[in-house]
């Protein structure tokens, strides 16, 4: 069955410090992993992954893929409160239309 | 930008009613889909739509149905709202297969 699993499921950090979000999956022919931010409302997509090895970067923002190991991470540098939300992971395998979305890493970050 | 806009923010209905969720989106995506989002659970695809009028289960079709007759817009309809219908309704598109979701800001619906 396939499955993505985040981790942790909540994290409380203090502005200004590094965070490191997890997202392993068992997808069967994989296509790409995706990230989106979730503040109280539409999640907001942040990345695409389709390749091992190549770090997508925004701002303080960056992902990498391990299609070996299948886990992507997601990094945050100099949190702020405004990084505090809901953070998807989604697999997209390369056949039909399904996106296989985990259940999220809820970040809090405190003044 | 890519506007998805889904028409109420919150809904109240009381059980065995008629639901609609409609849901538009102005970039001409052809793929439109419809989730619900649950606490431990993540999100669940209802149904996707590739064009007007053609559509696909999802992984949790019971108890909805799903309309297409325009491009622009994908409605939701609980034909008999029940409790556990009580949730957070998604609505995404996508330009094509190689494109990301782009989600609309969720309806909170409650059945009493």
């Known amino acids: 069955e396939d499955k993505v699993v985040q981790s942790p499921l909540s994290l409380v950090v203090h502005e200004g410090d590094t965070v490191t979000l997890n997202c392993s999956y068992e997808v069967t022919n994989f296509r790409s992993l995706l990230w989106y931010k979730q503040e109280k409302k539409a999640p907001t997509f942040l990345f695409m992954l389709?390749?091992?090895?190549i770090e997508k970067k925004s701002g303080r923002l960056s992902s990498i893929l391990d299609k070996k190991e299948l886990f992507s991470i997601l990094n945050i540098t100099a949190t702020q409160t405004g990084d505090s939300a809901v953070y998807l992971c989604?697999?997209?395998?390369?056949?039909?239309?399904?996106?296989?979305f985990g259940t999220g890493t809820s970040l809090t970050v405190i003044p | 930008d890519v506007k998805v806009t889904q028409s109420s923010r919150y809904l109240v209905k009381r059980t065995g009613e008629k639901v609609f969720l409609e849901c538009v989106q102005d970039?001409?995506?052809?793929?439109m889909f419809w989730y619900r989002q649950d606490p431990g659970l993540g999100l669940r695809l209802i149904y996707f739509s590739y064009d007007v009028k053609m559509k696909e289960k999802g992984d949790i079709p019971e108890g909805y149905s799903v309309s297409r007759e325009k491009k622009e817009r994908f409605s939701l309809i609980l034909e008999s709202a029940s409790t556990n219908q009580t949730s957070m309704y998604l609505c995404a598109s996508r330009a094509d297969i190689n494109s990301p979701l782009h989600f609309g800001n969720g309806t909170r619906l409650t059945v009493t």
């Open positions: 970039m001409d995506h052809e793929n």
């Open positions: 389709t390749s091992s090895g």
């Open positions: 989604a697999v997209r395998p390369n056949t039909g239309n399904q996106f296989y």
